[in-house]
């Protein structure tokens, strides 16, 4: 298993420009979220996926738009990047249990490292 | 809301040196409690957690013990070793949503290095 896998690994934009980050889960999980990460901010929520065909807003949604492609694929588009979008950007996945309960442990992938100029 | 806060890094410490990491929380209801640690250049990884009142997540020598009294989740470890360089970030995860997802709400990490 791979895990959960991103691409790019890195990536540099210009101001006003778009692109779309990749996520992939080979675990067969149910739910999907992205997240950033900034110096001395710890981790926020972008945009979470509950379920394939379902998407809902994280703590940070603004300038962002996210698509659940599929149950394995997640992704993250900025349409106009802007400085304050430089980041770190992780991918995460859970499952359900074996009732088909939400289960709270996440899984990460290695992250893409944005940055905006 | 649902917070975490946890101890200002960086922390530097010698190899064999005691660790304490300390985390506190707020939080409704009765949350799951997790450290996530982040190697250099690598994504998080879930090192342990707990999910009830006197809990005690273990793993690779790192413990943790849920103390709802003081809503308290600390980190330690006996003997650090230089391998235990790393980010570690205090979380919390509660029903979100009406209960259709788990989310997750981290502290702002603590840089750990230990010198050999």
């Known amino acids: 298993n791979a895990g959960v896998t991103q691409t790019p690994k890195f990536q540099v934009l210009k101001t006003g420009q778009s692109m779309t980050l990749q996520c992939a889960q080979d675990?067969?999980?149910?739910?999907m979220y992205w997240y950033r990460q900034d110096p001395g901010m710890g981790l926020r929520l972008i945009y979470y996926?509950?379920?394939?065909?379902?998407?809902d807003k994280g703590e940070v949604p603004n300038g962002y738009n996210v698509s659940r492609l599929n149950k394995r694929e997640f992704s993250l588009r900025l349409e106009s990047a802007a400085p304050s979008q430089t980041s770190v950007y992780f991918c995460?996945?859970?499952?359900?249990?074996?009732?088909?309960?939400?289960?709270?442990?996440?899984?990460f992938g290695p992250g893409t490292r944005l940055t905006v100029l | 809301g649902d917070s975490v806060t946890q101890m200002e890094g960086p922390v530097t410490l010698s190899e064999e040196a005691f660790l304490t990491i300390n985390c506190t929380y707020t939080?409704?209801?009765?949350?799951?409690l997790f450290w996530y640690v982040q190697y250099p250049g690598e994504g998080l990884q879930l090192l342990l957690k707990?999910?009830?009142?006197?809990d005690k997540g273990s793993n690779k020598g790192f413990e943790a013990t849920y103390r709802k009294e003081t809503t308290s989740f600390h980190l330690e470890k006996g003997s650090v070793q230089v391998s235990d360089s790393a980010v570690y970030f205090c979380?919390?995860?509660?029903?979100?949503?009406?209960?259709?997802?788990?989310?997750?709400?981290f502290g702002k990490g603590t840089l750990l290095t230990v010198n050999p």
């Open positions: 939080a409704t209801g009765y949350p799951s």
């Open positions: 979380a919390l995860s509660d029903l979100n949503n009406g209960g259709s997802n788990y989310k997750l709400t």
């Open positions: 675990m067969n999980h149910n739910s």
């Open positions: 996926s509950a379920s394939e065909g379902t998407t």
């Open positions: 707990a999910t009830k009142a006197d």
């Open positions: 995460a996945s859970s499952y359900r249990d074996g009732r088909g309960g939400f289960t709270d442990t996440q899984y």
